[in-house]
Each structure stands twice: as structure tokens, then as C-alpha cells.
């Protein structure tokens, strides 16, 4: 969305008055409220108003935009200019992205997660995928690895989630399955609500959606060491408002990048872990731990085929996906 000058300005270019430069407002479609999801957002804009003193600001909107699955295609038709969304609310139009959101990589840290997702993110295939909806990946949103809270008898073996209705997205959904549990795809949203009619008797949720969506307010069980994966949920813009923006304020937005995810990162492993076991507590809630052959049997029915029908499904599709799937999992092994 390019930027038009005022009328006052036009009239002062055509008399010969020097004008000042207009300043520079973007429009950003978030959802839910202000927490440590979108720390990154709201530090960015912080540091961008700081770095142009005013004549850039990015104008955060909670839900009033955009619904939050609609966020990639509001964003296609410059109905805003940066939005954040999950790539699993829609693999079909972010298919790239999605390697990043199979089960049991075995991703260790916040601080990894992000070096992944930009390494995913300047593949030429992602930036390409993207494209098709004019937008441009401008940083993660990275999340630990999702646990489970649920309501009724906890469960006490992976057994116990033979039929099972559970909110999981993406590759925490196949991972899921592969247990018997009967997986749920539905945005942050909707899911208090789900919980409440029993539509779904459990949800995965990295630690601060638990609390900020209300699933520990009536759960009472959660599992301590699942971590079947995260999902990916990337911050993009509008690539013709980025294209329209001045040396000085692309400067500023791209340069306030990796403060912003600094600041997320202490936040999130800060203040919100710090928050978390207390929160439980509080409410009572029992912690499942599962043996450690449990997990591996965990991991061997889920991983490998999520990520063969993973490649398979989206080769077809015309996507290098060996080429993504070896980038994250090579990046993984050198790490560890």
C-alpha cells in the first residue's frame, strides 16, 4: 500500500515550498489481546517510532482488522500493512513454512527456533511462496514446544489418548493422531469456548496461550513432557508498502528486527515461564509425566511418517522439500 501525499503538500510542491516528509503509518492486524505472543510486535513498533522520531509508527490492532485466519490474505490485498499468523491455520497457502511445524525436530530453545525459521524464511522456495500473496517474512514468533491441558481423568499412559478429542495444528495434530487421539484444527480463539461445550476435552498450547486463553481456568490435567512440536507462526508485510517505504524508515523497520526478537525471548523465557508452574499450582492442576520409553514409542510412530508424507505431499506440489526438510534437520544436528 504506497503512501499519498496531502493535499497540503501537493500545494506547496507546486508553488515551490519546501515541505517536510509525510509521516508514515502502517496498519498491523493482530488478535486476542497484548501478551507474550506479541512482545516482538509491540517492541517493534516501539523501536521503529524511537528510530524515525515519530514520522514511522506502526498501528497494532487486536482483532479489529482482521480475523486472525484471514490475516495472510488481508495482507494480500494491502488491506493492512503487517499481520502475524500461524501456518497451520492454513498449510495450503504457507506450504513452505509448514516444515518448520513437524513433530519431534527436537528444536531446544527459543534462541534455535528463531535460527531456524530464518533460515527457512530466506529460502528462495519460501520467499517465493509467500510471494504469491505479496508478502514478506519479516520474523518469527517463536514458541517453546506445545504440552497438553485437558479436563476429566488425566491420563496415565500414551494409550489414554485412544479417542481423544484434542486442539493440535499442523504436525502437532499427525503426532496426535499417531496416538489415537482425534485431532482438532481451530485458531487460539475459538478454543475456550470449544473446551467449555466439550467439543474438544484437551489442548496443546505452548505455556502463555494456556494462560492467556483460559484453558487452565477449568482444565485440570497437563502433560509436563509430550513436546511433540511448536507451531510456526510467522510476523509478514505487505511487500509493496515495504517497497513503498523510504531508505530511512525500511532502514529503521529492518534494522529494529532482531532487538525486537531479543526482547521476546527474555520476556518469554522471563517472565512468562516464570508465571507458569506457579499458575498451575494455583489451580491445582495435576502434572503428567510419561516414562521415557513412552516417549520414544512417542516419537517413532509420529515423526518419520509425518515428515515422508510431509515431502512426498508437498513435492508434488512443486516444493524443494527434501531441500527445506534437510535445511531444518541439518541445521538441528549441527547444533547438537
Request: aromatic residues 8%; glycine residues 10%.
Given at each position: 500500500m504506497k503512501n499519498f501525499m496531502n493535499r497540503a503538500a501537493i500545494a506547496a510542491l507546486a508553488t515551490g515550498i519546501a515541505t517536510t516528509a509525510v509521516a508514515e503509518e502502517w496498519n498491523v492486524s493482530l488478535w486476542g489481546s497484548p501478551r507474550a505472543f506479541t512482545a516482538h510486535v509491540e517492541?517493534?513498533?516501539?523501536?521503529?517510532?524511537?528510530?524515525?522520531?515519530?514520522?514511522?509508527?506502526?498501528?497494532?490492532?487486536?482483532?479489529?482488522?482482521?480475523?486472525?485466519?484471514?490475516?495472510?490474505?488481508?495482507?494480500?490485498?494491502?488491506?493492512?500493512?503487517?499481520?502475524?499468523?500461524?501456518?497451520?491455520?492454513?498449510?495450503?497457502?504457507?506450504?513452505?513454512?509448514?516444515?518448520?511445524?513437524?513433530?519431534?525436530?527436537?528444536?531446544?530453545?527459543?534462541?534455535?527456533?528463531?535460527?531456524?525459521?530464518?533460515?527457512?524464511?530466506?529460502?528462495?522456495?519460501?520467499?517465493?511462496?509467500?510471494?504469491?500473496?505479496?508478502?514478506?517474512?519479516?520474523?518469527?514468533?517463536?514458541?517453546?514446544?506445545?504440552?497438553?491441558?485437558?479436563?476429566?481423568?488425566?491420563?496415565?499412559?500414551?494409550?489414554?489418548?485412544?479417542?481423544?478429542?484434542?486442539?493440535?495444528?499442523?504436525?502437532?495434530?499427525?503426532?496426535?493422531?499417531?496416538?489415537?487421539?482425534?485431532?482438532?484444527?481451530?485458531?487460539?480463539?475459538?478454543?475456550?469456548?470449544?473446551?467449555?461445550?466439550?467439543?474438544?476435552?484437551?489442548?496443546?498450547?505452548?505455556?502463555?496461550?494456556?494462560?492467556?486463553?483460559?484453558?487452565?481456568?477449568?482444565?485440570?490435567?497437563?502433560?509436563?513432557?509430550?513436546n511433540p512440536g511448536t507451531v510456526n507462526c510467522p510476523v509478514v508485510v505487505n511487500s509493496d508498502a515495504l517497497d513503498g517505504l523510504s531508505d530511512e524508515h525500511r532502514d529503521a523497520l529492518l534494522g529494529s528486527v532482531d532487538e525486537a526478537l531479543d526482547h521476546y525471548i527474555a520476556n518469554y523465557n522471563g517472565n512468562t515461564m516464570e508465571a507458569w508452574a506457579p499458575a498451575l499450582e494455583e489451580r491445582g492442576i495435576t502434572q503428567v509425566t510419561f516414562a521415557g520409553e513412552e516417549i520414544e514409542a512417542f516419537k517413532e510412530a509420529a515423526a518419520a511418517p509425518a515428515a515422508a508424507a510431509w515431502i512426498e505431499q508437498n513435492t508434488a506440489a512443486g516444493l524443494p522439500a527434501q531441500e527445506l526438510y534437510d535445511l531444518v534437520t541439518g541445521l538441528i544436528a549441527d547444533a547438537n
Open positions: 517492541k517493534l513498533a516501539e523501536l521503529v517510532a524511537e528510530k524515525t522520531d515519530g514520522e514511522f509508527t506502526l498501528n497494532i490492532s487486536y482483532g479489529g482488522l482482521s480475523n486472525n485466519r484471514e490475516n495472510l490474505d488481508g495482507i494480500s490485498i494491502g488491506a493492512f500493512e503487517m499481520a502475524q499468523f500461524c501456518a497451520g491455520y492454513h498449510r495450503d497457502k504457507n506450504p513452505s513454512i509448514t516444515v518448520l511445524e513437524l513433530p519431534f525436530l527436537g528444536v531446544a530453545s527459543l534462541e534455535q527456533e528463531v535460527e531456524l525459521s530464518m533460515a527457512v524464511y530466506s529460502h528462495p522456495a519460501t520467499a517465493a511462496d509467500l510471494g504469491r500473496w505479496n508478502a514478506t517474512l519479516l520474523m518469527p514468533s517463536p514458541l517453546p514446544q506445545y504440552n497438553i491441558v485437558g479436563v476429566g481423568d488425566a491420563p496415565s499412559t500414551l494409550a489414554d489418548f485412544e479417542g481423544l478429542s484434542v486442539r493440535a495444528t499442523g504436525g502437532i495434530g499427525a503426532a496426535m493422531e499417531a496416538v489415537g487421539a482425534v485431532p482438532t484444527s481451530m485458531s487460539a480463539t475459538e478454543v475456550r469456548q470449544a473446551m467449555d461445550s466439550g467439543v474438544v476435552k484437551a489442548v496443546s498450547f505452548a505455556p502463555h496461550a494456556h494462560m492467556s486463553f483460559g484453558t487452565i481456568e477449568n482444565g485440570t490435567w497437563w502433560t509436563t513432557n509430550l
